[in-house]
């Protein structure tokens, strides 16, 4: 859960404001980072579900190695041609 509330905490201060927007936060996950996978992404879920959040959608990127890093935050900026 600490894990998952970093990743909340490092959105939430590259989006300022514009948390509420939020749909998508992708992460990338080594398979020797020594996380498991999905109680990430369930961890994330949780606490995407909560202020200034608005139910984002935690996207786990499986890779090779000791990666763990947040690889994008997708956001609806409301313009519909993106």
Request: aromatic letters at 4%; glycine letters at 8%; charged letters at 30%.
């Amino acid at each position: 859960m600490s894990v998952a509330m970093e990743i909340a905490r490092i959105a939430e201060e590259k989006l300022g404001d514009q948390a509420p927007l939020l749909c998508t936060v992708a992460v990338e996950v080594g398979d020797d980072s020594g996380l498991e996978a999905s109680s990430l992404e369930f961890c994330l879920d949780a606490v995407f579900r909560t202020p200034p959040f608005r139910g984002a959608r935690p996207e786990i990127l499986r890779c090779p190695g000791t990666v763990l890093q947040v690889a994008y935050l997708e956001i609806d900026d409301g313009r519909p041609d993106d």
